[in-house]
């Protein structure tokens, strides 16, 4: 249930930026997010659409809290100052995978060479995710491949049924998605690699969090047992927040 | 970093991943790239980073046709960041065609990228034989065939858009468009073919006058689901005759589909466009790769309004997962 709070800590902001996905959805974030909060502690959300201005604010703040992909977390410089405190969750599960999908005249990683490759995600994560799902000897390939950003998905996964590009990099449940919708497309596609599980987004706090940022993770927390709150979620890819697990935030913060 | 191991289809599958080791070579990929990059005589970063070596053009002219407007200049702000070679710009709306002419001479391009229609009819005049890749240009296939052009065409293929459709609306089984024949009659072929796959009939209503689009639409509307507004200039030939359209739907109790933004204000339940940075990437890499790059390229990336009013209105089921495909929202 949404609970209704007074104005007891002052209000904290949510700072949002994502790796691995590149929609432009900041001002839609921004409404949705603010009017969520207005009734529940005045919080605010600020999203970013670069990572270099995401990253400045993080240096220079004491206080609030800092959702982002748990891969960029682990590349973050001052990530010591910064606890994981909150992990996202889709379909029950707290992490998801990766993978390259192409088109059906490509039976190798191999014939990946010179292609145009999309992805919703930054061009940074989206050469890790190759790096990683390319074995050692064909990490050759990667100074070929042609990286076309796309805003989603199910774009970049359609860009390879179109034609537009060779293969795609994205989550698994992107594919199982384009299956549902689309079963012609999917059965076009040939999955080339599969990467490793990896944790949804986190929401980073720092170590001793201030009253009002404390009730913000409880306002996130609380967002995944309401019809406003998971509406809001599923405009990140998610059901709900969870507390990140001791193992989790170990795995992370190494 | 997690370290487990990873599957490699028709590969060796008892690779595990190294992190320390995947690192290493995908730094010395990269630096290796960079140092190519830097002794190279054009700059061939993408986003920043080297990936692929490929001989482009040595400078670009951009012909905006009006850069104070918001979608052509993220199309060419996406361009020019993606393109990784030098540019010259020039607004069709402040320079006349003389002047354009003396642009090109001076510039001497080896490409010239126009943004929007205008400036396509202008490049397209000043110059018979520079290369001319176009895009954002509203109906491009009533141009002329020329020579030495590509274009990246301005709607979402049918696919993409009725996949979307689907994606966002589950229910609608049943999609009615009117339609020119003349125009549209293998557009809505493609479009009936591509609704199969994704498990909506599109049922089309034709017109040859815009005096029979009223009817049109009545008779589609008792027995579809939604109606999809396509770019028609015999359905929409003028901003009265798209506003009849919408009331016809609305008095009809029928939600509308559109492929463009522009309607946003006649209420739509739905728009499904393209994502203009995208096109401003994939505009670069047709320029960078000009030999090998098709005539006519589809845009890839999507940009989704949703009007939840208009959902609530019309009674529809929609599917809240896809709400992380969103970028305008209407309450």
């Known amino acids: 249930m949404l609970v209704i709070r007074g104005d007891g800590g002052g209000s904290a902001t949510a700072h949002f930026f994502s790796s691995e996905s590149s929609i432009n959805n900041f001002n839609m974030l921004k409404t949705e997010f603010d009017s969520l909060f207005a009734s529940a502690g005045g919080h605010k959300i600020q999203p970013f659409n670069n990572r270099v201005d995401f990253e400045r604010i993080l240096a220079g703040s004491r206080t609030g809290l800092f959702v982002m992909s748990s891969w960029h977390y682990t590349q973050l410089a001052t990530r010591a100052q910064w606890k994981p405190v909150l992990i996202g969750v889709h379909n029950q599960r707290t992490t998801q995978r990766h993978v390259i999908s192409a088109g059906p005249a490509f039976r190798g990683l191999a014939d990946l060479n010179s292609q145009t490759i999309a992805s919703a995600g930054t061009l940074e994560f989206t050469m890790e995710l190759l790096s990683e799902m390319i074995p050692p000897d064909h990490q050759d390939l990667l100074g070929t491949l042609r990286i076309l950003i796309v805003p989603k998905d199910i774009d970049a996964l359609l860009a390879v049924g179109f034609g537009v590009a060779g293969a795609a990099v994205t989550t698994e449940s992107g594919v199982e998605k384009l299956g549902r919708i689309n079963p012609r497309q999917r059965e076009q596609l040939r999955q080339l690699a599969v990467g490793p599980e990896r944790p949804l987004l986190i929401v980073a706090a720092p170590h001793r969090p201030d009253p009002a940022t404390l009730d913000l993770i409880e306002v996130l927390l609380d967002m995944g047992t309401h019809e406003a709150g998971r509406q809001r979620l599923s405009m990140l890819g998610l059901d709900a927040w969870m507390p990140i697990g001791p193992e989790q935030s170990e795995e992370l913060v190494e | 970093m997690i370290a487990r191991p990873t599957r490699f289809f028709g590969m060796d599958a008892r690779r595990r991943s190294d992190p320390v080791r995947r ?301 992380d495909a969103v970028n305008h929202l209407i309450r």
Not at chain 2, 47 to 66: F, H, N, R, Y
Not at chain 2, 109 to 128: E, F, V
Not at chain 2, 237 to 252: H, I, K, M, P, Q
Request: hydrophobic share 45%; net charge neutral; aromatic share 8%.
């Open chain 2, 23 to 323: 690192r290493a070579a995908a730094a010395a990929v990269a630096l290796g790239l960079l140092a190519m990059t830097l002794h190279a005589p054009r700059d061939t970063r993408i986003g920043g980073v080297a990936l692929a070596q490929v001989d482009g053009p040595g400078k670009i002219l951009i012909v905006s046709s009006d850069r104070s407007v918001a979608k052509y200049a993220a199309v060419q702000a996406a361009f020019e960041a993606s393109v990784g070679v030098p540019t010259v710009e020039v607004d069709v709306a402040a320079t006349s065609e003389a002047q354009l002419r003396r642009m090109i001479a001076r510039t001497d391009p080896d490409l010239i990228y126009c943004i929007g229609s205008n400036a396509y009819q202008a490049a397209a005049d000043a110059t018979r034989s520079k290369p001319i890749l176009f895009s954002s240009a509203i109906n491009w296939q009533r141009f002329p065939n020329r020579k030495q052009t590509r274009v990246i065409a301005n709607e979402l293929p049918v696919t993409a858009q009725l996949t979307l459709f689907r994606h966002f609306f589950p229910s609608v089984r049943r999609i009615g468009v009117v339609f020119s024949p003349a125009i549209n009659r293998q557009w809505l072929e493609d479009a009936v073919r591509a609704g199969g796959e994704v498990g909506i009939e599109v049922v089309g209503s034709r017109v040859r006058r815009a005096g029979q689009v009223g009817d049109a639409v009545r008779e589609l509307a008792s027995g579809v689901d939604a109606l999809w507004l396509t770019p028609d200039p015999v359905v929409l030939g003028s901003v009265e005759e798209a506003r009849r359209y919408f009331n016809l739907a609305e008095s009809a109790g029928v939600p509308v589909f559109a492929y463009s933004p522009a309607f946003i204000e006649l209420g739509p339940v739905l728009v499904v466009g393209p994502d203009m940075a995208t096109i401003g990437r994939q505009a670069a890499w047709v320029a960078r790769d000009w030999e090998n790059a098709r005539d006519v390229s589809s845009p890839v990336g999507s940009e989704v309004t949703l009007n939840l009013k208009r959902v609530q209105r019309f009674r529809m089921d929609f599917n809240h997962d896809a709400l």
